[in-house]
């Protein structure tokens, strides 16, 4: 349960809030030296201010494939390139796309939360197969009680990592 929370929280991170952020960029995959290798692996990602990110590569022969990359990923951000640096202005977000921004997040807290649902299902079986070879009935339905305590609590931390960063995202 706490892994799916977790992993919520690491998709969250991807999402745009119109301040820079270098996970913005994790997920991005160059081809360096024959393989494909993370952005993050090849070069210096950092965010210099609120509305800057500056990729500077170890080598600066693969600049261009790393601009090539970023132009294909879809962010949404043209990469400007000085020879050095490759820096990412982050425009500000428009009405429109922080809601469909808070959709993406709660599209993401919903999979975690049927993540939650799924790990209840398979405790609750285990609970009522231990019941059916002997374990005490009365000691199963105290079981089932903590398993629902235990998702509740979960669900509510997702609640908790969704209200923030919708909150991040509104914030102009």
Wanted: charged share 30%; no cysteine.
């Amino acid at each position: 349960m706490q892994k799916a929370v977790d992993h919520f929280a690491n998709e969250l991170v991807s999402i745009r809030t119109g301040k820079a952020n270098p996970a913005i960029v994790a997920g991005i995959h160059v081809e360096s030296y024959g393989a494909l290798t993370a952005l993050q692996h090849v070069a210096n990602v950092t965010a210099v201010d609120s509305k800057t990110i500056s990729i500077q590569p170890w080598d600066r022969s693969i600049i261009k494939v790393i601009e090539k990359a970023l132009l294909a990923s879809n962010l949404g951000i043209t990469p400007m390139n000085d020879g050095e640096t490759i820096r990412l202005t982050i425009p500000p977000l428009t009405e429109e796309r922080r809601k469909i921004l808070v959709k993406q997040a709660f599209a993401l807290g919903e999979d975690a939360r049927v993540s939650l649902r799924s790990t209840r299902h398979k405790l609750m079986d285990q609970i009522k197969k231990q019941v059916d070879n002997g374990y005490p009935e009365d000691m199963g339905k105290k079981k089932e009680k903590e398993v629902e305590k235990m998702i509740d609590d979960f669900s509510h931390k997702i609640d908790e990592l969704l209200k923030a960063k919708e909150k991040d995202i509104l914030t102009v």
